[in-house]
């Protein structure tokens, strides 16, 4: 890092506090983030978190000379047998098409795929052996064919969320069960019944609980301890919570992860997003008719430990914004070396903060579209730290072509304003670029008016 790049802060939510970013190795900056588990499509909840890990590790890639991004993908799971079982489908095929429709999805928003992609059910050895590990230190116990890890044998437990014994127990929702010593010890691993995948152990043919394979993957890709652990505010309790507990129990000298990322939940129209109101919505929705890129911005519109209201208007705003944006880069040629501007980067180190980062390129793009082709640069490679602004101006107008009537009227009065300040180069690019879009202008003795070609 150089003199003048801005120290990173960021929010962890195990301190509660934003905190300087400082890593074990800046020579390989070391993320997990836990993954889908993969019995449906991803929602637009799920990709909030997948974009916020996709920012920080842009910002990470910009300030470090590497990193090491882990994101597993949950492949055992009581909810995929379920859904395989109800489709009539092998678990192997519903898996399969699911992770491919995750990376396609994710790729459309332009979220770049991480340095590791570990599936649980090839890690069942490295999870076999540290619960092992768990039960040689008295941390687990074996009971009729489950393995369960104790909680009372880690005093730590609760410290990362930030909940007491008794809010533990309400916030689980724990299933009691016969063979449990504490009503929160959770399973590490559970007998599987014939007809369900199970692998061989020392206590019979099973599968494993869903926290264990988290430990394992990250210890296995990133050692006992690495830089940040990420994931949506609703994996904080109970599963990094157990996460934290099996690892640091395994590990007893490790920090585990050293910072704790969790992005805030989003709403939809104001409201939680659930199957039961109907406004539960999928990446796929959205896509259906509406430009990706848009989608990706309205992500950004709130800091990411924010809560994000997700609308409509929202989304056209965001439109809106993109093609301000694109009109004011231009036909500027693409440029890979071009420096973020230090603004953009500060806002960006100051908490991955989006909504600051945006109101910098907002002032760029102003300077951009009076003429600073500095400027158009400036912004174009700000996207590029945001995964904004991908393409060529003419590729997003042509694909985004419906031009509403209010962005029409603006820009017919930055026209005129243009004009006024005998600025015709820019009056003709505006008037040039809504011909481009099928909108005609004509400019009569009472002003300017138009029509679709
Ligand atoms: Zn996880």
Same mark, same amino acid.
């Given at each position: 890092?150089?003199?003048?790049?801005?120290?990173?802060?960021?929010?962890? !939510?195990?301190?509660?506090?934003?905190?300087?970013?400082?890593?074990?190795?800046?020579?390989?900056?070391?993320?997990?983030?836990?993954?889908?588990?993969?019995?449906?499509?991803?929602?637009?909840?799920?990709?909030?978190?997948?974009?916020?890990?996709?920012?920080?590790?842009?910002?990470?890639?910009?300030?470090?000379?590497?990193?090491?991004?882990?994101?597993?993908?949950?492949?055992?799971?009581?909810?995929?047998?379920?859904?395989?079982?109800?489709?009539?489908?092998?678990?192997?095929?519903?898996?399969?098409?699911?992770?491919?429709?995750?990376?396609?999805?994710?790729? %459309?928003?332009?979220?770049?795929?991480?340095?590791? $992609?570990?599936?649980?059910?090839?890690?069942?050895?490295?999870?076999?052996?540290?619960?092992?590990?768990?039960?040689?230190?008295?941390?687990?116990?074996?009971?009729?064919?489950?393995?369960?890890?104790?909680?009372?044998?880690?005093?730590?437990?609760?410290?990362?969320?930030?909940?007491?014994?008794?809010?533990?127990?309400?916030?689980?929702?724990?299933?009691?069960?016969?063979?449990?010593?504490?009503?929160?010890?959770?399973?590490?691993?559970?007998?599987? $019944?014939?007809?369900?995948?199970?692998?061989?152990?020392? &206590?019979?043919?099973?599968?494993?609980? &869903?926290?264990? $394979?988290?430990?394992?993957?990250?210890?296995?890709?990133?050692?006992?301890?690495?830089?940040?652990?990420?994931?949506?505010?609703?994996?904080?309790?109970?599963?990094?919570?157990? $996460?934290?507990?099996? !690892?640091?129990?395994?590990?007893?000298?490790?920090?585990?992860?050293?910072?704790?990322?969790?992005?805030?939940?989003?709403?939809?129209?104001?409201?939680?997003?659930?199957?039961?109101?109907?406004?539960?919505?999928?990446?796929?929705?959205?896509? !259906?008719?509406?430009?990706?890129?848009?989608?990706?911005?309205?992500?950004?519109? %709130?800091?990411?430990?924010?809560?994000?209201?997700?609308?409509?208007?929202?989304?056209?705003?965001?439109?809106?914004?993109?093609?301000?944006?694109?009109?004011?880069?231009?036909?500027?040629?693409?440029?890979?070396?071009?420096?973020?501007?230090?603004?953009?980067?500060?806002?960006?180190?100051?908490?991955?903060?989006?909504?600051?980062?945006?109101?910098?390129?907002?002032?760029?793009?102003?300077?951009?579209?009076?003429?600073?082709?500095?400027?158009?640069?400036?912004?174009?490679?700000?996207?590029?730290?945001?995964?904004?602004?991908?393409?060529? +101006?003419?590729?997003?107008?042509? +694909?985004?072509?419906?031009?509403?009537?209010?962005?029409?009227?603006?820009?017919? %009065?930055?026209?005129?304003?243009?004009?006024?300040?005998?600025?015709?180069?820019?009056?003709?690019?505006?008037?040039?670029?809504?011909?481009?879009?099928?909108?005609?202008?004509?400019?009569?003795?009472?002003?300017?008016?138009?029509?679709?070609?």
């Amino acid at each position: 890092m150089s003199d003048t790049t801005p120290q990173l802060t960021l929010h962890d !939510s195990s301190s509660r506090t934003t905190v300087p970013f400082a890593p074990l190795d800046p020579e390989n900056v070391r993320v997990y983030y836990c993954g889908p588990t993969v019995y449906d499509l991803a929602h637009i909840g799920n990709l909030r978190a997948m974009i916020t890990a996709d920012i920080l590790v842009r910002l990470l890639r910009h300030l470090y000379p590497r990193v090491t991004y882990v994101r597993n993908i949950t492949d055992v799971d009581d909810k995929i047998n379920a859904r395989a079982h109800a489709n009539g489908e092998t678990i192997d095929s519903l898996t399969a098409r699911t992770i491919r429709d995750f990376h396609a999805d994710l790729a %459309a928003v332009g979220v770049l795929p991480p340095d590791v $992609e570990p599936r649980a059910t090839h890690h069942i050895a490295e999870m076999i052996a540290l619960i092992e590990r768990l039960i040689a230190g008295g941390h687990a116990y074996e009971a009729q064919g489950h393995v369960l890890f104790a909680v009372a044998r880690f005093p730590g437990y609760g410290a990362l969320s930030g909940r007491s014994p008794d809010d533990l127990l309400a916030g689980a929702r724990v299933e009691v069960a016969p063979y449990k010593r504490d009503a929160g010890d959770f399973v590490l691993w559970k007998p599987s $019944e014939p007809g369900l995948p199970g692998w061989e152990s020392p &206590w019979g043919r099973g599968r494993p609980g &869903w926290h264990i $394979e988290c430990s394992a993957m990250s210890h296995r890709y990133l050692g006992e301890s690495f830089d940040i652990h990420g994931g949506g505010s609703d994996l904080l309790f109970p599963h990094h919570e157990n $996460e934290r507990a099996q !690892s640091q129990c395994c590990f007893p000298h490790s920090r585990f992860a050293n910072h704790w990322v969790h992005n805030a939940m989003l709403l939809v129209n104001g409201e939680k997003m659930s199957k039961s109101l109907g406004n539960f919505l999928t990446i796929r929705d959205i896509l !259906s008719d509406t430009p990706a890129e848009a989608l990706r911005l309205l992500l950004l519109h %709130a800091q990411y430990h924010s809560v994000l209201n997700f609308t409509r208007t929202g989304l056209d705003e965001a439109k809106q914004t993109l093609n301000r944006f694109y009109r004011a880069i231009g036909d500027l040629p693409p440029d890979e070396t071009d420096p973020v501007p230090a603004e953009v980067l500060a806002a960006m180190c100051d908490d991955l903060n989006t909504p600051r980062a945006l109101a910098e390129m907002h002032a760029l793009a102003d300077r951009a579209l009076a003429g600073d082709r500095d400027a158009a640069r400036g912004l174009r490679a700000s996207g590029r730290l945001l995964g904004l602004l991908g393409q060529s +101006a003419d590729a997003w107008f042509r +694909a985004g072509a419906s031009v509403d009537e209010a962005e029409i009227e603006t820009l017919i %009065a930055e026209r005129l304003a243009a004009r006024k300040s005998r600025d015709f180069a820019r009056a003709d690019a505006i008037r040039d670029d809504l011909a481009a879009r099928g909108i005609l202008l004509e400019d009569g003795p009472t002003g300017t008016t138009w029509r679709r070609a």
